[in-house]
């Protein structure tokens, strides 16, 4: 995946970035952006399944002042915020067909329209969308706009289960010993390499997501360095015969 991110990083291409729930999404847009021409500009992220439909044009396109009742003041939307950045639509299926055909003339035109307003806007944003589903299934079953799917898959990446990829493991918790310690105020504590063995024996259901929240508990609750007796006793009662994994 990493390497796929440093391909992108010279071009202005769309990504869709799919996945199982919990496994980076999110962190392969944050690269995905980081790594590219438009690093210097903003990233803004949205959450299509939290945005109720009603409000997904104001939220997205921004209003003019008394454009509806209590608009009382204009305000840009976050495509007009992510300007010279990248804007990532997470769960982009939970899109209804109603807002699929807003984004798509975003996508086609470059243009945005706020409510209330006849002017449009040109913006400069690269779009790259994330989904736990699968979109051809929902083109198929006429759930998702052919003609949107084609344009937001320019570039594919498939971000692996956590237990696809048990090497990445130890760098990951690693990673996130170094973060969460900063965040809780708390020394960076070493980790026994047995402690290691053992989160790369389980299998992860919640992904990148499950392992973050586990490493978060076991900083807090344990003492000066991290051992296997730290550890939730789900991780712990994984069978032996997981060992191949390892």
Not at 116 to 138: F, M, N, P, Q, Y
Not at 189 to 194: F, G, H, Q, T, V
Request: hydrophobic content about 40%; proline content about 4%; aromatic content about 6%.
């Amino acid at each position: 995946v990493i390497g796929d991110t440093a391909k992108l990083a010279g071009t202005h291409a769309n990504v869709l970035i799919t996945g199982e729930s919990g496994t980076g999404k999110e962190l392969v847009a944050n690269s995905t952006h980081a790594g590219s021409e438009r690093r210097d500009g903003p990233f803004v992220k949205v959450n299509c399944s939290a945005i109720a439909d009603s409000l997904l044009e104001s939220e997205l396109f921004g209003y003019e002042r008394g454009a509806f009742t209590g608009a009382t003041a204009n305000r840009k939307g976050l495509f007009e915020i992510a300007h010279r950045g990248t804007i990532f639509l997470d769960e982009v299926a939970d899109l209804s067909l109603a807002a699929q055909a807003k984004i798509l003339r975003v996508v086609q035109s470059g243009e945005i329209q706020k409510v209330g307003s006849e002017k449009a806007i040109h913006v400069d944003v690269r779009v790259l969308c994330g989904t736990h589903k699968d979109l051809k299934k929902a083109v198929a079953e006429r759930k998702f706009r052919e003609d949107l799917y084609y344009r937001l898959n320019v570039v594919p990446i498939r971000v692996p289960a956590l237990r696809e990829r048990p090497e990445d493991i130890p760098l990951l918790a690693r990673f996130f010993i170094r973060r969460l310690c900063e965040k809780n105020n708390i020394r960076e504590k070493p980790i026994d390499e047995e402690a290691l063995f053992e989160l790369r024996r389980y299998h992860w259901p919640g992904n990148v997501r499950e392992l973050q929240n586990v490493v978060e508990r076991v900083i807090i609750m344990s003492g000066e360095r991290i051992t296997t007796l730290d550890l939730p006793e789900e991780i712990l009662a994984v069978p032996p015969a997981s060992d191949a994994n390892a």
